[in-house]
DNA sequence: CAGTGGTCTAGACCACTGG
DNA sequence: CAGTGGTCTAGACCACTGC
């Protein structure tokens, strides 16, 4: 909490290059970029927060308002940053109404996300646990590392629609519960920014198509001949650092994933 | 092909509003943006041709380089355009090595999609048709307009994996033929560019788990218990304009549709 | 009204490409 | 070397928010 940081030393343009082969040339908007990163990461602001204006940060790095808005605009098309004309730039967080559920994209093949909206959550299970090698391989901890393991159903209308399997870093998330789970409003994400301090900031899913087990069909209630929609997620923090794997099974007959290609 | 054209009349800033509920603030760049668009639809330049440099494109409009430089990139941001600092700016193409097959997000389990190469392609059927209700709905036709209907399979290292049926507007794509379809090397898209003048934007997906019919899986060499990936595109031209459909059944035992969210 | 982000300009200089 | 896109600056003004 330094009530009046200065800036470490910025090269005018080139710099970095310390005899490497490549040159490495960063341009400053660059480095503003991972300046800023690095104070959201360090939890300098919070999600959902303003941070200084583009004036006062143009005068904490010493560089023009322009470079430091070029570094902003990169940030929120990143959509770690939220710009408001009139008002600010903001953290950006899982807990706005806008971009609630932004990774979920499964949608009624009828009407709107909106207006079916947030689904009814069933926690069937959350314990600590030792992970498996793959887990950990895709968690990037070592086998038999403590991790956190969820089990939970979504429903849309009454219908069982999402069968979820949750990893995540026992370290990070200490003391997770099933009802803390259950008892929190409003998307799981949000829940982690405020308890926890992890923002999900991107993801890769892995989706194929494949016939539930006797214990998932029930579950959905559907038959074992119905297929489904598996969804593989790896969730990432700051740094491309991961912390959620989500395994997911999606019932597809009044839902369906939806993706926009550009 | 006007020799040197001149520009229309712009508004400096705030124009448009004509009495309606809505200001419609328009910024300069955006109706620059608009501009360059207008001469991407009507082939002024064609897809993989150089547009004009940002400063011959400041003085057409009569505007300052930065203001074209801002509406370039919200279009490169698109995938309309390329740029490539020290040659210029490119309309983008199908064509092009790096971007091909851009809306294909099959990947193989293993490996990379590159060293997988493309896929060999078996066109099964290319006939005239009259559009159904449904596929008449998506592509904005009247139901029994004139429409191409093409069925082909993708095989990778010579298993049979994506089962497609496309459906194009038989006024854009008079005169394609299975040959054509077989014949050409490259995306299929890259073809529509060349052959149709058609450049293919922006898609959007619908995805599903489904299990096949017996033709379908017989095609597949799979059998009809084995769940395949239902995943319905439709894609769209200048201007949001649908110019194709197409239902694809992908295998998903050795390969996963991959996601990034961000 | 002051403060914020958003637009627009003009000019200087840098990095990259190709002849 | 000239021409392209890319960076950076300084300053003016506009649109939006909230006091």
Redesign the pocket.
């Known amino acids: 909490m330094s009530s009046n940081p200065t800036s470490p030393p910025l090269s005018p ?2 710099q970095a290059g310390g005899g490497g082969a490549t ?1 490495a ?1 960063s ?3 660059q480095q503003i970029k991972g300046l800023i990163l690095h104070s959201l990461q360090h939890g300098e602001w919070k999600p959902g927060e303003v941070i200084p ?4 940060l143009a005068a904490r790095f010493r ?5 430091v ?2 570094a902003i605009d990169e940030l929120a098309a990143e959509n770690l940053l939220m ?7 903001f953290v950006a967080t899982h807990a706005e109404r806008q971009v609630q559920y932004r990774f979920l994209k499964l949608m009624p093949d009828v009407g709107d996300a909106r207006e079916e909206g947030p689904a009814q959550r069933t926690i069937l299970e959350c314990k600590r646990s030792r992970a498996p090698v793959e887990i950990a391989r895709a968690l990037q901890l070592r086998t038999g590392d403590p991790v956190i393991q969820a089990r939970r159903i979504l429903s849309f209308a009454g219908v069982p629609t999402i069968l979820e399997d949750i990893w995540l870093p026992g370290q990070a998330f200490k003391g997770l519960t099933a009802e803390q789970m259950a008892e929190y409003q409003g998307p799981t994400y949000a829940m982690f920014e405020l308890d926890y301090g992890v923002r999900m900031v991107r993801a890769e899913e892995k989706i194929r198509a494949i016939v539930p087990d006797d214990e998932q069909a029930n579950l959905l209630l559907v038959s074992q001949q119905t297929p489904l929609l598996s969804v593989e997620r790896l969730a990432y923090t700051y740094n491309d650092v991961p912390m959620e794997l989500r395994r997911a099974l999606y019932r597809t007959d009044t839902h369906h994933y939806h993706n926009s290609l550009s």
Do not use: C, H, I, N
Request: charged share 30%; hydrophobic share 20%; aromatic share 8%.
């Open positions: 343009a080139t040159p040339f341009p400053l908007y204006s583009e004036m006062d560089v023009s308002q322009g470079t808005r070029k710009r408001r004309q009139g008002k600010g730039t």
